[in-house]
């Protein structure tokens, strides 16, 4: 989707209007674009303003940018928000009749619409086709029916507003894939077809919904809820675990588990009884016997679409592929980073040597090495043998030798695309590039800046400097210090230490802003608690004197600086015996004040030297 077109800055003429306007539709001021299905246009949010509108393919505005959120279009309408209020528009622009309260979007050709606090439901054409008299509504799904409440009881309706199953349960649910609702009473679940017909009596604790996964599909439209669609349902009943089909009987024999998973994307579901675990497949077959310890997704976080398991039985585990078949055995569990029909995997064989290979077990390179890491976003691994590290292909190819106590990729995953394509490394303070030729040498040290991974600070003969990747000097090596993370020192800049003096410099430009003078340095919210010459005063990060250098000693209150109301922060400060309140700019508030008192509402500030 990001590739689909390159936006650039022109005049663009409104269909609705005779007049241009200039709209910057350049990929800096877009934050969202998608294509809508209906329509072929481009639905797209523009940071500047912070409106939402389409285009066409060649870039004119066919909507204008004038809402504050805008839907894709479904049936001829887009649900739209502007100034508090909800409404549809057509093709043309043309915003549709009705003085609604709420409105929610299209489904199954019926919107559900608010007036006089009571929800019915709309046509396209805005006219009310279900009277508004249910307190809450959901969509209306495949199924042909709406979940509705009254009086704080729910039931299912159909789309000519006819009652199919009756408005009387605490509880109702119903999923996009199916055609069976579930309902509660008593505490307990039951099953009920789409025309209203009861399939199982209240006999269930809980029915477990699952995900089929689409990945051939838009990462809006690739997740499918349902209970029974994915091969069968899953239900707790009386401490047990069963699966149930359509019918809600038992799906197969041998039905019954003391513990069980959803049947995921590849239809697959654990299984446990007797301590022992097992994994089988929609018709009930055991793929994987009842005989392990303990068997997961190697992926937990999305376990419905993990495409290995993990299973152990003993002190050993078994690798299983999407098809149950196994692929590799190990004294520890695969955890590699999640990817969607990931060809391969990287583990650490029963002989404590990492190699990897692909989806059905077949070696690609040989368990020969004692460390393996892909490199996110390039076709290289960084492998060690010993102490020695190197960078090979995946093809199992050596491109940098294992000469190298330390090596990392210097560009990452927040880098540009196409500077992680320069295949550049750090490698024991030398930067090299895929073939190993050294581009950068000759330093004690040589760190990425963390916000920017085109600079470096280096050091030698115990001075710091920066330079960047064509090795232009931006610093000269002549500071004792340079930080390099600002997200807990001042907001636009970096601290650097000359000759025991601290100053500042800007994080990206790295200009001097405050000059390295001052012999003690704390940031708060903006303001600088420094000293110099022995005596303490108050300057902003653009290196402004607020407060003169007239104090012995200067106690800003922490708690202060750190509220989210408006109230002016609490500083004190010290001359000789006499203890004051004063604001930013030194001006006394209150005088004769205590040690005790200030102690008791400050804190002597965090020095950075």
């Not at 330093?443 to 030698?460: A, D, G, R, T």
């Amino acid at each position: 989707m990001k590739n689909l077109f390159f936006f650039v800055v022109l005049f663009f003429i409104s269909c609705n209007s005779n007049s241009q306007e200039m709209i910057d539709l350049s990929r800096k001021n877009i934050s969202y674009f998608e294509k809508d299905e209906e329509t072929g246009w481009i639905r797209v949010n523009l940071h500047q303003p912070n409106k939402w509108g389409f285009i066409n393919k060649d870039s004119l505005v066919i909507i204008p940018f004038e809402y504050d959120f805008l839907n894709p279009f479904e049936n001829g309408l887009a649900y739209a928000k502007n100034n508090g209020k909800e409404f549809f528009i057509t093709k043309n622009n043309l915003k549709l009749e009705g003085d609604f309260e709420a409105i929610n979007i299209f489904s199954e050709g019926l919107a559900s619409a608010r007036k006089k606090q009571k929800w019915g439901f709309i046509n396209i054409q805005g006219q009310f086709v279900i009277p508004p008299q249910y307190d809450k509504v959901d969509y209306f799904r495949p199924s042909g029916l709406c979940a509705v409440q009254k009086s704080g009881k729910w039931g299912f309706i159909n789309k000519k507003g006819k009652e199919i199953i009756p408005i009387i349960y605490p509880e109702v649910d119903q999923q996009m894939l199916d055609t069976n609702v579930i309902v509660k009473k008593n505490g307990k679940w039951a099953v009920f077809d789409n025309q209203g017909k009861q399939l199982a009596d209240f006999i269930y604790d809980k029915i477990h919904r699952t995900d089929i996964i689409d990945f051939s599909k838009d990462i809006f439209k690739r997740h499918a809820s349902t209970y029974f669609e994915n091969g069968a349902a899953l239900v707790e009943r009386n401490g047990k675990f069963e699966f149930i089909n359509l019918k809600a009987q038992a799906a197969f024999p041998n039905n019954k588990f003391d513990s069980a998973t959803v049947f995921d994307t590849f239809k697959n579901a654990i299984v446990k009884r007797k301590g022992k675990y097992g994994m089988i497949k929609t018709n009930g077959e055991f793929k994987i016997p009842l005989e392990y310890d303990f068997i997961e997704p190697y992926d937990t976080s999305h376990g419905v679409y993990s495409e290995y398991y993990n299973a152990r039985k003993g002190k050993i585990y078994h690798i299983l592929n999407k098809e149950l078949k196994e692929i590799g055995l190990s004294y520890e569990p695969v955890y590699n980073a999640f990817t969607i029909d990931d060809p391969i995997i990287i583990f650490k064989n029963l002989k404590n040597k990492f190699g990897m290979v692909d989806w059905q077990g077949e070696t690609l390179i040989p368990f020969v090495y004692d460390r393996m890491d892909e490199i996110e976003g390039t076709p290289f691994l960084s492998v060690a043998i010993g102490d020695s590290f190197g960078i090979i292909d995946e093809k199992g190819q050596i491109k940098i030798p294992l000469q190298y106590h330390e090596i990392y990729p210097l560009y990452d995953k927040f880098d540009d695309e196409e500077l992680s394509k320069k295949n550049l490394f750090i490698a024991d303070n030398k930067v090299i590039n895929i073939n190993n030729k050294v581009l950068i040498d000759g330093y004690n040290l040589i760190v990425p800046i963390f916000n920017n991974h085109n600079y470096f600070i280096i050091s030698k003969n115990k001075k710091f400097g920066i330079i960047d990747v064509n090795r232009k000097i931006i610093l000269p090596l002549e500071y004792d210090e340079i930080s390099n993370w600002t997200e807990y020192g001042p907001r636009h800049s970096k601290f650097i230490v000359k000759n025991g003096k601290i100053g500042l410099i800007d994080h990206e430009t790295f200009k001097i802003t405050i000059p390295p003078i001052y012999d003690k340095f704390s940031y708060l919210n903006g303001l600088i608690f420094a000293k110099k010459q022995n005596k303490a005063g108050i300057i902003n990060e653009e290196g402004k004197i607020l407060c003169d250098f007239i104090y012995d000693e200067i106690y800003p209150n922490l708690n202060d600086f750190y509220r989210y109301d408006n109230q002016e922060p609490r500083i004190y400060a010290r001359n000789g015996n006499a203890y004051f309140q004063i604001d930013a700019k030194g001006k006394v508030l209150k005088s004769n004040l205590t040690r005790k008192n200030v102690m008791e509402h400050s804190e002597i500030p965090v020095i950075n030297k």
